[in-house]
C-alpha cells in the first residue's frame, strides 16, 4: 500500500479516526454500578441485566461515527451487508414482518415517519400502501444513494427538522441502542406523534442476561451499540418516555419488536417536567 492509500484507509477506518472522542461509563441506566462482563468492553448491571458498552464515543463524535464512513466502511466490518443489497433482502427477510404488525394499527392514509431510516425499504412498501412516508438520514452520501432506489422522501437531518404532533405513526428499528439518552430519544417520538399515535420500536432486548452471548460479532462490535437492553429496561424506557406498550409479541428473525402507543397524557407530562 501506498503512503497516500494508507492514510486514506486509516481516515475511513472509525477506529482509528483521531477525531472520535471515547468517554467511560460506570453507570447503568437505571442507576446501578455495572460489573464487568467476560466480554471486553461490556458492563453488565446486575439490577437490570442490561449490557452497556462501557467506553463508549462521546455525544459530540455520534455525527462521525454516523457521517459518511457508517453505511460503508463501518458496515462492512460489522459484516452488514452494503445498502443497496439490504433493501432487496429486507423485502423478503424482515419488512412483511413489521407491516403485518404495524399495519392493523393505521388510518388511510396514515402520515408516517422513521428517524433513521437506512436503507428505506419499509418506507419504501408503505408508500406504495398510500401512506405519505418520510424518513431521515444523517449522512447525505447514504441518501443519494437510496434515491437511485426509492422515491421515499428522505431528508438530511435529525428530528428536530419536524413540528409538534406530525405524525400518525412512527418507525424506529434498531437505532435506540446507539442513543447516549434512550429516554429521550423517545420523547422525541412522543412530541413527533399525535395522540393516540404508534410506534414501531426495535432494539436489542433479552429476557436473561445470558441472551447476549449468542448475539453476533457485529452485535457486539463496540463502536457504536451502546446498550444491549434487558426486557425490564426497555420497558422501563418505553414508559418513562410516554408511551403504553400495545403488544411486545411480535418477533423478526427471531428477535422481539414492540407496538407502542403515545399515552393520552405524554405530552402534558413533559411539558410538567420541563417546566
Ligand atoms: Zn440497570
Same mark, same amino acid.
Given at each position: 500500500m501506498t503512503a497516500a492509500a494508507s492514510v486514506h484507509a486509516m481516515a475511513m477506518d472509525p477506529n482509528v479516526d483521531p477525531r472520535l472522542h471515547f468517554e467511560i461509563v460506570t453507570r447503568c441506566l437505571c442507576g446501578g454500578e455495572?460489573?464487568? =462482563?467476560p466480554i471486553w468492553g461490556w458492563g453488565i448491571c446486575p439490577t437490570c441485566g442490561t449490557w452497556v458498552n462501557t467506553k463508549?464515543? $462521546?455525544?459530540?463524535?455520534?455525527?462521525? %461515527? +454516523?457521517?459518511?464512513? +457508517?453505511?460503508?466502511? $463501518?458496515?462492512?466490518? @460489522? /459484516?452488514?451487508p452494503p445498502l443497496e443489497q439490504r433493501f432487496e433482502a429486507d423485502a423478503k427477510d424482515r &419488512? !412483511?414482518?413489521? #407491516?403485518?404488525a404495524l399495519e392493523p394499527f393505521l388510518k388511510e392514509p396514515s402520515t408516517i415517519c422513521e428517524l433513521g431510516c437506512g436503507n428505506a425499504?419499509?418506507?419504501?412498501?408503505?408508500k406504495t400502501r /398510500?401512506?405519505? &412516508? %418520510? =424518513?431521515?438520514e444523517?449522512? #447525505?452520501?447514504v441518501i443519494e444513494r437510496m434515491r437511485r432506489l426509492t422515491d421515499v422522501k428522505l431528508i438530511q437531518g435529525d428530528s428536530d427538522l419536524f413540528d409538534d404532533a406530525s405524525f400518525d405513526a412512527m418507525?424506529? #428499528?434498531? &437505532?435506540?441502542?446507539? $442513543?447516549?439518552? !434512550? &429516554?429521550?430519544?423517545?420523547?422525541?417520538?412522543v412530541r413527533l406523534l399525535r395522540q393516540? /399515535?404508534?410506534?414501531?420500536?426495535? @432494539? !436489542?432486548?433479552?429476557?436473561?442476561? @445470558?441472551? !447476549? +452471548?449468542? +448475539?453476533?460479532v457485529g452485535m457486539m462490535w463496540k463502536l457504536y451499540h451502546l446498550y444491549l437492553f434487558s426486557r425490564r429496561m426497555i420497558e422501563d424506557v418505553i414508559v418513562s418516555a410516554g408511551f403504553e406498550i400495545v403488544t411486545s409479541d411480535p418477533k423478526v428473525l427471531g428477535h422481539r419488536f414492540y407496538i407502542l402507543r403515545k399515552r393520552e397524557t405524554a405530552a402534558s407530562e413533559t411539558h410538567q417536567q420541563d417546566e
Open positions: 455495572l460489573r464487568d =462482563g463508549r464515543p $462521546t455525544r459530540e463524535s455520534l455525527h462521525i %461515527v +454516523y457521517g459518511e464512513t +457508517y453505511w460503508t466502511t $463501518t458496515q462492512e466490518l @460489522a /459484516g452488514c &419488512v !412483511p414482518s413489521f #407491516i403485518k425499504r419499509l418506507l419504501h412498501e408503505l /398510500g401512506h405519505d &412516508v %418520510v =424518513g431521515t444523517f449522512d #447525505i452520501g418507525i424506529s #428499528i434498531d &437505532v435506540l441502542e446507539h $442513543t447516549h439518552d !434512550p &429516554v429521550a430519544f423517545l420523547r422525541e417520538h393516540g /399515535g404508534i410506534l414501531l420500536l426495535k @432494539a !436489542p432486548v433479552h429476557d436473561d442476561p @445470558a441472551e !447476549p +452471548y449468542k +448475539y453476533t
